[in-house]
């Protein structure tokens, strides 16, 4: 239940610094990035494709974001978490495009 909780509160109340793309209002997908990130790159097309609204946090620059991601137990980039508290990490393709089902109904 207190991860519930935690990954609740880290979805809702990710920091809103970052690289937000022109489709928000509010982001429905948190990405926990790395520079020169191959699949994080690959995941913000996908995202754009499927006209999801995100917010990148740079996990580079960002050393409580990375804490946060490691708490959750990811070590590999891109980390996804969801408004509703889902999460995951690397590329998925099938993960997104459900995604972009469920937003674009």
């Known amino acids: 239940m207190r991860l519930t909780a935690t990954l609740t509160a880290a979805a809702s109340q990710a920091p809103q610094i970052g690289k937000e793309n022109d489709y928000l209002t509010a982001p429905a997908v948190t990405v926990y990035s790395l520079p020169h990130c191959p699949q994080c790159k690959a995941t913000y097309r996908l995202l754009d494709k499927a006209g999801i ?50 937003e674009n109904y």
Do not use: C, S
């Open 53 to 102: 609204k995100y917010t990148i946090i740079d996990l580079a620059a960002e050393p409580e974001a990375f804490e946060m991601v490691r708490t959750l137990g990811y070590q590999t980039a891109p980390i996804l978490i969801t408004a509703n508290g889902e999460h995951w990490a690397g590329l998925r393709p099938d993960r997104l495009l459900h995604l972009g089902e469920i």
